[in-house]
């Protein structure tokens, strides 16, 4: 293969995708997407983001329910 140099998508194209993913309903034209143009650290790092945010969310919806 050649080696191509990874262009970085938008920060919210890299959001959107990693959220669609994240619940499940990412499209095989945003995937592909992803996988030809986008940089692999973007995406962890998003995922990484996207789960403190919702363990995060969670905690805090327990919090103040049973507060």
């Not at 403190?52 to 969310?57: M, Q, S, Y």
């Amino acid at each position: 293969m050649a080696d191509k140099p990874d262009k970085k998508l938008p920060i919210l194209t890299v959001l959107n995708s990693t959220l669609a993913a994240f619940f499940g309903v990412q499209s095989e034209h945003n995937r592909a997407r992803d996988f030809n143009q986008g940089n692999p650290m973007q995406y962890i790092v998003m995922g990484v983001v996207a789960t403190v945010g919702l363990i995060l969310g969670l905690a805090l919806v327990v919090y103040f329910v049973l507060g």
